[in-house]
């Protein structure tokens, strides 16, 4: 484990490198779109910390990412063009107008009866800051609920499951405040000080990579720590754990609700990348594709996830710029995923290790030995 | 009130037409089949190609529909499934990507779109099936008017349970399949030839999607993609009700059936289904065994 540790260190550092140099290499528009797939690969870290670290497979993932991307799209919203030119001085988003009744005041705090909750996203830090807390607060209660009622496997599957279903009728219910199946669209930019960022422009290329290299960097960190060893132990054997005097419940919680802080954070980076925010980005589809590219890239692995939803995306969007095989490269894709599972249980990721360890590690693992073994004979010199 | 409770019954028996197959296959042999909602759909196909080019109306469909279906989840079987017993969270993964195979070659007319052939009743658009005319308008009991379709489905559900129930509580598989539900090894000692009773189940459980899929294509739009949001359904119905029991499957699709149908007429219908999710989520961390859930040993 240890001589495997500078190897993957050396890995993680490669990858920052390459995707710090890609603009070189890009024109706008690829540097626009590799950032969204910059953050499903975050998404992709995400899955491989509830799933390969802690043994919880969440299928409800885009509830994480929605929460985030919605959070920090309201505050855009309200500092779009579209919201400050309705009529009024105070930002008033136009779908409320739209639907408003007549006679109705043109504020936000009373234009339909629950627009108020609008008010405090007039900030833009305020929408960021809820992009964090609203995740984290939301896995906070489920995982506290779930795990300690010690709720595993397949159910808590289905639990995120049918709970990311549930959020995105009721998103699309809110028609008033959320502009239901539409959702919120035409963003404006997101500002620190006097910087805009363009999702078009190098400076929000950089943003996204950075946030990544550091969520994946202290991902990497936080599964090292004493609390990630005892959660592997949980996630390999739950009972045992629990004998052993651990407080289960609490460390799935803790890194359930990790997981979700990352998925937040992707969704608000996403949205602006994307400049939209959507009930699709809660449908069962996108939750368990999420699923797929951590399978893929290796489940165990954080950064081989995050790879795997890179190179499945980067791969997609070349394969379908040619016409027709837009639907044909789907079929493939379902069939690489039916063979990975099949024949690669642990993804690129666990080739990569497996690799890793038939040439590397075997050798210097030899070195070791013999110069401990030299070292104890001359011991035994003396 | 009466009619309200009849399209609840009716929400009922649709759920319940795709949890039978997966209350089978998921109890009996610990396989998330996500490719069932794909037999669904195969089975709605089924009944607008045999429309199409045999000039047979729905009832004909059914039983050509279970063959389809069920030779179909055979193959898969043999293929996929089998070398993935006792990896419940893989079968998941494998089965979607098989799902997303089934979607694909429906929407590509089996690739042969590529060549410019094209399959009249496949590719990505939306299809009809008309259904005859006995099956069209409505009835009167009890000064409600009812309709038709809906009572044929539940008359169909009802049947299709009844002979569920008797496959697997009468028949000598039957018995052999429970075995199984219990335990695998211990039925394997015992003599039974858990392969072969695995694929025949696995087989039996498509085949009973594929019967749902004839019903579904009676009242929705048949298109490549309609089967996903039911798979997930049926796996909430059976969840719900316990897994391995039919029993459970039969209460909890009733009760989720009604609570859709009475809540949807008191307000619209995106509430009800989410008043439903709800509903299960709070009965699955109430009661996660199910509500009918067998006694293990």
Not at chain 1, 190 to 216: H, I, Q, R
């Amino acid at each position: 484990m240890s001589s495997k540790r500078p190897i993957d260190w050396a890995l993680y550092a490669v990858f920052v490198v390459l995707i710090m140099l890609a603009p070189l290499v890009m024109d706008s528009f690829w540097l626009n779109r590799v950032a969204k797939y910059l953050v499903y690969g975050m998404l992709g870290a995400a899955i491989a910390l509830s799933w390969g670290y802690a043994g919880i497979l969440n299928l409800g993932q885009g509830l994480f990412f929605g929460a985030g991307a919605y959070m920090l799209a309201m505050s855009l919203k309200l500092a779009s063009q579209t919201s400050l030119q309705q009529g009024s001085d105070k930002p008033v988003p136009d779908f409320m107008l739209w639907n408003a009744e007549p006679g109705a005041p043109t504020e936000l705090c009373c234009i339909n009866k629950a627009s108020f909750l609008w008010l405090p996203f007039q900030s833009q830090w305020f929408g960021v800051a809820m992009g964090l807390v609203l995740p984290v607060a939301l896995a906070g209660i489920l995982g506290t609920i779930v795990f300690r009622k010690r709720i595993s496997g397949v159910f808590v599957s289905i639990i995120t499951l049918a709970l990311v279903l549930l959020v995105r009728l009721v998103v699309i219910d809110a028609q008033p405040i959320t502009n239901g199946f539409n959702g919120l669209t035409d963003l404006g930019w997101f500002k620190v000080g006097d910087l805009e960022f363009d999702p078009y422009v190098v400076p929000t290329y950089y943003l996204v990579a950075v946030s990544l290299s550091l969520v994946l960097v202290s991902a990497r960190l936080l599964v090292e720590t004493r609390a990630g060893i005892i959660l592997q132990a949980v996630r390999d054997d739950q009972n045992r754990a629990r004998y052993l005097g651990f407080d289960v419940p609490s460390y799935q919680t803790f890194f359930f609700a990790v997981s979700a802080a990352i998925a937040g954070f992707a969704g608000m980076l996403y949205v602006i990348v994307s400049e939209f925010a959507s009930p699709t980005f809660m449908d069962l589809t996108f939750s368990i594709t999420m699923v797929v590219w951590a399978a893929v890239g290796g489940r165990s692995s954080i950064l081989g996830a995050c790879i795997g939803a890179i190179l499945i995306n980067v791969i997609s969007a070349t394969v379908s710029e040619t016409e027709g095989f837009a639907e044909a490269w789907k079929a493939v894709i379902g069939l690489i995923f039916v063979l990975v599972v099949l024949y690669l249980p642990r993804g690129l990721g666990g080739l990569a290790h497996d690799l890793v360890d038939r040439f590397v590690v075997r050798k210097r693992g030899g070195g070791e030995r013999a110069l401990r073994v030299t070292s104890t004979s001359s011991q035994a010199a003396e | 009130m009466l009619e309200v409770l009849f399209i609840g019954l009716s929400l009922g028996s649709i759920l319940l037409l795709v949890a039978l197959g997966l209350a089978i296959t998921y109890g009996a042999m610990g396989v998330i089949n996500m490719a069932h909602g794909e037999m669904v759909m195969v089975g709605a196909y089924v009944t607008v190609l045999s429309g199409i080019y045999l000039h047979t109306n729905i009832f004909v469909a059914i039983p050509l529909a279970f063959i389809v279906t069920a030779l179909l989840g055979l193959l898969i079987e043999r293929v996929v499934v089998r070398r993935l017993y006792g990896r419940l969270l893989d079968t998941l993964l494998a089965t979607w990507g098989i799902a997303i195979l089934i979607q694909q070659a429906v929407r590509l007319e089996f690739g042969l779109s590529f060549f410019g052939i094209h399959i009249q009743g496949l590719g990505p658009g939306l299809q009809n099936v008309s259904v005859p005319e006995v099956l069209q308008g409505t009835f009167t009991i009890a000064g409600a008017d009812l309709n038709r379709y809906r009572a044929f489905i539940i008359l169909v559900t009802v049947i299709l349970s009844l002979l569920t129930w008797f496959i697997v509580y009468r028949t000598t598989m039957g018995t052999q399949v429970r075995a199984i539900i219990r335990n695998p090894k211990m039925a394997a000692a015992c003599g039974i030839d858990v392969t072969r009773v695995n694929a025949l189940t696995f087989a039996l459980g498509s085949g009973l999607a594929g019967v749902a899929g004839v019903m579904m294509s009676g009242f929705k739009t048949v298109f490549p993609d309609m089967g996903t949001p039911m798979v997930v359904d049926g796996f909430l119905v059976v969840v719900m009700g316990g897994v391995g029991s039919l029993l459970g499957s039969v209460f909890s699709a009733g009760i989720l059936g009604e609570i859709n149908g009475l809540v949807a007429a008191a307000t619209n219908d995106i509430l009800a289904r989410a008043v439903v999710f709800g509903v299960v989520i709070a009965i699955i961390v109430l009661k996660p065994k199910g509500l009918f859930a067998l006694k293990g040993r």
